[in-house]
């Protein structure tokens, strides 16, 4: 069963759609320009999102969220899709969607209220270490290893293409504290900025996502606190999966609404540019292009929102979340592209926005999980 927004989202849904965008329409979308020039945005925009309860909408109000649930972070997730940057959509993402989970669900109650209450407030930034230069999707493989010497691990190991890495206040690094354990022998530390022997290697330029700050992290002989481990030794590997599905939808969720801005771009400029004495938009070929570039946006969100409904009843969806993102970002990819190309020349000059989407698209198919991954999963689901 497929499930439109007018099931899915209440009224009171919607309404809060309406600030969310009010706010990203006047703080963040006449900046961006700026932001992406800079490789990175203002730390007080996590403030900001802070002041308006945006950065733990399923968080409970002991520690300072809303508790309003899941589908208020999604409708958080799709109007940032649609800013204009998908390196600012990315920074407020990661923060929310995959690095303060693990110290909800598998912190203690002094840990919740040490990071997850700053985080939440936005005064705290919260990035999570998990791919290395050695690995991407193979997280079992983890090769940063955590010796433990009384009350202390001695972390040792590198970590790439982190999200907020630069200026996180701290980072919820996966480490390897059993030598031989396999995916068992993982765990969880949270490292915090300004830690002897924690430091960034180097701030990574990227050919989209450019507003987000996006690291290399170097641990040598960084010694963490056994208190700073969540949840139990070499129980890492299980935390960090158990948050893959919501990761992945929160992909899904935003390259949907990049994808929609895409077409919208082309629609625009269609309707407007004039060659042989008529607009693009009159000509066959375009109208059938643009018609394509609706469809497979359409598509994408019917798979998405079919995962997003799932996982928000508790059933277990993992063939439906994998479907969703690879609908969702190869969709993306394609209609930036075909959006460029409706643009001719101007599509490739730097002044036009398409030409920011057609790059930060490009990453969808390759972060959370490679699409080659995804549809391996989706293979093993079948019982293949």
Known sequence: MTVPRSVLFSPEHEEFRGTVRRFVDKEIRPNVEQWEEEEQFPRELFLRFGSLDLLGLQYPEAYGGTGAGILYEAVLFEELGRCGSGGVAAGIGAHVAIATPPIFHFGSEEQRRRWLKPAISGHLVAALGVTEPSGGSDIAHVEST??????????????????????????????????????HGLSLLVVEKNTPGFTVGRKLKKLGWRASDTAELVFQDCR????????????????????????????????????????ELAMEYAANRVQFGKTLASMPVIRHKIADMALAVQQARHLTYHALWLHSQGVRCTKEVSMAKIAATEADVRVADQALQIHGGYGYMMEYPIQRAWRDARLGPIGAGTNEIMREIIAKELDL
Do not use: C
Request: no cysteine; glycine share 8%; aromatic share 8%.
């Open 224 to 263: 963490v606190p056994v208190a700073n481990r969540l949840g139990k030794e070499n129980e890492g590997f299980q935390m960090v999966v158990a948050n893959f599905q919501w990761e992945r939808l929160w992909i899904a969720i935003m390259a949907v609404e990049e994808a929609q801005r895409s077409l």
């Open 146 to 183: 955590a010796r433990r010497e009384g009350d202390t691990y001695i972390l040792n190991g590198t970590k790439i293409f982190i999200t907020n890495g630069v200026h996180a206040d701290l980072v919820v690094v996966l480490a390897r504290t059993t030598p031989e354990g396999g995916h």
